[in-house]
């Protein structure tokens, strides 16, 4: 059963070939053989998995069921669930359980989806390989020497070792895509604003986005129109309508202008992952896309800027975590000052502590104006080169990653190394466009992501081409050796 997609799953419930409670427990059984090995999972949910099951397989008897009724799925670590431990993979949230739910959670509740668990991540969403989480790092299933890509690396790796047929994760920076390029799995973040951030614990409120990391983008659309929609709880969500998505993928790619930028090709790149992005994009040439040379002059300076805004932004939303109300609490404090001091320095990991300084640094007075505005000044200027490309190209495609995936702690004691591998993420982030990694091929045996990136709104317009590339290719359904497929 893991080999078939949640459509296929949602098929086979649908026609009674199996029940929910028993693709649920088939599932749980492979988290209980594989996750000692991964590390995908920090918290596994029979007990309330088999109940949703259950109630699931009710609800598609009585013929009120929706197509995502009874599909096990799990959730990021950064999104509440209600009565379940909700941690971030810092210690500072270690024993933290949540009283209430975010809205993507209760929206994938609603609709009968049956959550297998929380998935590992890179402490509170900072990281780029899911090294930073306080339960030790996740690992890659198609080479466990590997990272997997982060933060949302744990959604990743438990897609690509079928564990689970799709999952939530979150986009900051390029958080969904950049592990669902190194998983061979299809990721994507949707426009900012999409989906509502209430309940989902902040890094950085102008740019964490909800996500999606599924096998495929007919699978990826089906989940991400359910997340999305305007919510009360959260003043930044849109108010623009939710576009259907997985009931609207067919076509043909004829006529379609897809944007190729020099700067996504430029040093860095490694040879393996350009040609199969190349050969990708010749596959969208073959079918009747057209390919042009555009120019984003500024998306050079998208690292530097990303570097700034989010650390300023994560300093201001991880004060709350004191050592006061809630969270890690050092022991025996001799004062307040060194109540704050240690229960933050003990609670937060290296590379939290590391953003936090940077973040307050930007934001002091006599710096204020030297970095982060400029920043957000360069953030503007980013945004414009992608709207002056957009008025000359549907979509503008490239490598989501610069590298495959590389093995573990390679970058650990080289942070500026480590944030190059989002330099064609972040920009994408800053503007707040939506944008999707599909697998393309393999390079050395790994996988490599396409990325996908469209206008404001045009999550559909960027699934479907995605979707009719995996209608004449097969790398989204290739699977890691050894993963008991």
């Known amino acids: 059963m893991h080999r078939l997609s949640v459509l296929e799953l949602s098929r086979g419930l649908a026609a009674g070939d199996f029940s929910s409670v028993e693709i649920t427990r088939h599932f749980l059984d492979r988290i209980g053989s594989s996750n000692d090995l991964l590390n995908a999972f920090i918290t596994v949910t029979e007990e309330r998995a088999l109940e949703q099951a259950a109630a699931a397989d009710q609800r598609i008897k009585q013929g009120t069921a929706h197509a995502l009724t009874g599909i096990p799925i799990a959730h990021k670590d950064i999104l509440c669930v209600d ?83 799709i999952s939530t994760g979150t986009d900051t920076g390029g958080s969904v895509r950049q592990p669902a390029a190194l998983t061979g799995t299809t990721g994507i973040k949707p426009t900012y604003g999409r989906i509502s951030r209430y309940g989902m614990i902040a890094f950085a409120s102008s740019l964490d986005q909800a996500g999606v990391i599924g096998q495929s983008a007919a699978d990826a659309a089906l989940m991400l129109e359910t997340m999305c929609g305007f919510d009360t709880k959260d003043s930044t969500s849109s108010q623009q309508p939710v576009e259907a998505l997985h009931n609207e993928l067919e076509g043909d790619l004829k006529g379609l202008r897809i944007g190729v930028p020099d700067v996504f090709f430029a040093e860095g790149l490694s040879d393996g992952v350009k040609a199969q992005v190349e050969a990708a994009l010749n596959v969208f040439e073959s079918q009747g896309a057209t390919l042009l040379q555009v120019s984003l002059p500024h998306l050079h300076l998208s690292v530097p800027a990303y570097y700034v805004v ?109 944030y190059l591998n989002d330099i064609y993420t972040v920009g994408v982030s800053l503007a707040g466009l939506p944008a999707a990694s599909i697998p393309c091929g393999l390079s050395e045996g790994l996988p490599v992501g396409l990325h996908i990136i469209g206008d404001h709104f045009c999550e559909r317009k960027v699934l479907s081409a995605g979707h009719q590339f995996q209608q004449v290719t097969d790398f989204h359904t290739l699977r890691p050796e050894g993963e008991g497929a």
């Open 83 to 165: 009565g379940v431990r909700t941690t971030c993979a810092s210690k500072m949230l270690e024993s933290f359980v949540a009283p209430y739910s975010a809205t993507v959670v209760e929206k994938l509740d609603q609709v009968g989806a049956v959550m297998l668990g929380k998935t590992n991540m890179d402490e509170f969403a900072m990281g780029s390989s899911n090294e930073n989480s306080c339960f030790g790092p996740v690992r890659n299933p198609w080479d466990v020497s590997r990272v997997p890509g982060g933060s949302s690396g744990g959604s990743a790796a438990a897609v690509a070792a079928r564990l689970v047929p």
């Open 310 to 418: 989010a650390p300023a932004e994560c300093s201001s939303n991880l004060s709350r975590f004191d050592g006061v109300r809630f969270g890690h609490r050092c022991d025996n404090p001799k004062d307040l000052d060194d109540l704050y001091r240690r229960s933050r320095s003990e609670g937060f990991g290296p590379e939290v502590l590391r953003r936090i300084l940077t973040g307050t640094f930007v934001l002091s007075a006599g710096y204020y104006d030297a970095y982060y505005k400029k920043a957000q000044r360069v953030r503007r200027l980013i945004n414009a080169d992608f709207q002056q490309a957009f008025e000359q190209v549907d979509l503008i495609m490239g490598p989501t990653s610069p590298t495959t995936a590389f093995p573990l702690g390679e970058k650990t004691d080289d942070p500026v190394s480590m």
